[in-house]
T-cell receptor
């Protein structure tokens, strides 16, 4: 069965610091998809990135970057020069090709607090 | 385009009652999923509907049910409410244009409190 682990439950940083959120996953499928979502206080989850298991290229989007390593089953998320607006709960999630749908298995989430 | 709309935003019920939550997906989206979020269990998948058919179901008791209408709007129902059903219920939609494992667009959720 699939599983996603986010070992860091809460991280506190000061604005402009870099911060990395860890994500480790387990799956038996060879084809799967990894996601990161952000949940601000308003409640809705906001999509950040989707990566399939065959694409191990790291990705950078502005201050955000993602490091996908199949060898260690990890998909880590780094925020560079953090800002107060980055304060939220961040979820890593996994979807297996065999599900034939959009069923996500989420990690427990990491609450990021960025202090001014 | 309007986002995913969930109603009501807050709901208070007592044990033993039943409740129906509503979700209107983004226009044109055909897949609707439901998730339960609690402090103890985190985010857990309930079920997914596509073209009025349940495509996937999570590990929840039969008290939890759902349906999807021809306009893609969806409802979920919880019968015989228990205290442990208190949670934020999130609905998500996706275009489902022939693909799977798509990114999801989430609503703000319905916060259900069972007293």
């Amino acid at each position: 069965a699939q599983k996603v682990t986010q070992a860091q439950t809460e991280i506190s940083v000061v604005e402009k610091e870099d911060v990395t959120l860890d994500c480790v996953y387990e799956t038996r499928d060879t084809t799967y998809y990894l996601f990161w979502y952000k949940q601000p206080p308003s409640g809705e989850l906001v999509f950040l990135i989707r990566r399939n298991s065959f694409d191990e290229q790291n990705e950078i989007s502005g201050r955000y970057s993602w490091n996908f390593q199949k060898s260690t089953s990890s998909f880590n998320f780094t925020i560079t020069a953090s800002q107060v607006v980055d304060s939220a709960v961040y979820f890593c999630a996994l979807s297996e090709e065999g599900n034939a749908g959009n069923m996500l298995t989420f990690g427990g989430g990491t609450r990021l607090m960025v202090k001014p | 385009k309007a986002g995913v709309t969930q109603t009501p935003r807050y709901l208070i019920k007592t044990r033993g009652q039943q409740v129906t939550l509503s979700c209107s997906p983004i226009s044109g989206h055909r897949s609707v999923s439901w998730y339960q979020q609690t402090p103890g269990q985190g985010l857990q998948f309930l079920f997914e509907y596509f073209s009025e058919t349940q495509r996937n179901k999570g590990n929840f008791p039969g008290r939890f049910s759902g349906r999807q209408f021809s306009n893609s709007r969806s409802e979920m129902n919880v019968s015989t409410l228990e205290l442990g059903d208190s949670a934020l219920y999130l609905c998500a939609s996706s275009p489902q244009q022939g693909g799977t494992n798509e990114k999801l667009f989430f609503g703000s959720g319905t916060q259900l409190s069972v007293l």
